[in-house]
């Protein structure tokens, strides 16, 4: 069973950038991000270590300076995270480097991301520039640009922390943030709310401590900070937790963060077990507590045949079912109105790649069915992508690499078949684990070849079997919202 770990990759990116501080092709380059930052005055100098449901699993360095970019008063707020990770009994390590500089108005003007994940980087910069954010991205090998429409009340996902402090500390305020998630390339609400204000100590001193809260897609986080902006603590409720720590603390060697211990905090249990699931061709599956403003799927492939709905939560039970596949005669490439955004290309599914491109013209040949050439590629990703619970950056970066999760064998694919034509979605949802013996976040493909087809190129089927339950479909920043659902 290779289940997903992304949302859990997604969820570490966000605990750690929350608390450390539409898109249209452009060609301006950001000249700003590219140009040395003159210090003159350290302000913060921060050390965490982090936490994983209580075992030490890295650390976190933060800092922020007063001081020029580009000649232009301004303040960095810069983070370095380092966590260890333990994959099939090897150690691996995520690394996040960001840096982000504002104006002595507490505006944005230019970030610079870095992110190595098992060695699997992607590097995002960007400015700040009438209005929009001109960004830079390199993933997999590949340098792409976007210009991304802003509001003023838009940061950086490292700049949280700084924009609670910019708008001062006063229990009861509630603001909402514009927040861009860098490696996503997306901007995001994100509501904060001051609960409380305590006495506390730190460093020996006493001080004022403010409790803050944090929301995202429904995820909660707590924060605890000094007036003066010190982090005392963060934790979020996947069992994430920051501390400050002395630096020498800080680093200390602690205990890799299990990758199975991941998988297990996100998985879904049942109340009997599946004999043979990937053979399964219909099931009827109930989910309880399900957030009510969470938009359910009912399509061709799954249909919502009894719901109970309440103010807060509901619970709905779902009719999945296996349809057999006709061969409806659609030939390739495919050519319709509302399939066009299944054919697209972005820094993830880099469907007009050369080398993409050049893969799929290989791997279908002269092949004109939809339906042969979309089977075509399902085969060659499920045999020729290895199956390593390996998170990569971008579909190039998969085809290069010759491995990676479910969430890479889909990107993959969807970029495969999108060169060679066929309109693909990338879904996201459940799926059972005889490993497991539960349901696991897990991403998978569904084609057009006259109808919509899922299939799964890395357990297997197509047809996917029938205990795939959609819970969204498109890229990583649609993936969001599943992220308070799965664990």
Known sequence: ?????????????????????????????????NKRFESSETLHDEWMGAYFKGKKIGYIHGTTERGRLAGQPSIMVKSIAKIEINIENQKNYTEL????????????LAFNYNQNIMGHQMVVRGERRDGNLFVEIDAGGEKRRKKIPLSENTYTSGLIKEAILHRGLKVGDEIVLSIFLEPLLTVEPVSVKVLSMDKGFVGGKETNIFTVEENFKGITGTLRITEGGLTVEETSPHGFQLLSLGKKEAMAQGEALSIVDLLLASKIDVNRKIVNPRSLHNLKLKLKNIPSHFPVIDDDNQKIISS???????????????RPISDAGVTIPVKHSFTDHYLTSDHVVNADNKTIINKAREVVGNEKSALQAAKKIYVWVNKNIKKRLVDTVSALDTLKS?????????????????????????????????????????AWNEVYIGQWVPLDPTLGGFPADATHLKLSEGGLADQLKIMALVG
């Open 1 to 33: 069973m290779y289940p997903s770990n992304k949302s859990y990759f997604l969820s570490l990116f966000l605990f750690i950038s929350f608390l450390l501080g539409g898109c249209n092709t452009a060609t301006q380059e950001t000249d700003i991000a």
């Open 97 to 108: 480097e960001q840096e982000a500089f504002i104006d002595k108005e507490g505006k944005l």
């Open 308 to 322: 109970i709905k309440g103010k807060e939560a509901s619970d709905y039970i779902f009719d999945i079912h296996v």
């Open 402 to 442: 010759g491995e990676g999760e479910c969430q890479a064998h889909a990107n993959l694919y969807a970029a495969l078949a999108r060169a060679g034509g066929i309109p693909t979605k990338v879904i996201s949802g459940l799926v059972y684990s005889e490993e497991f013996g539960g349901f696991m976040y897990h």
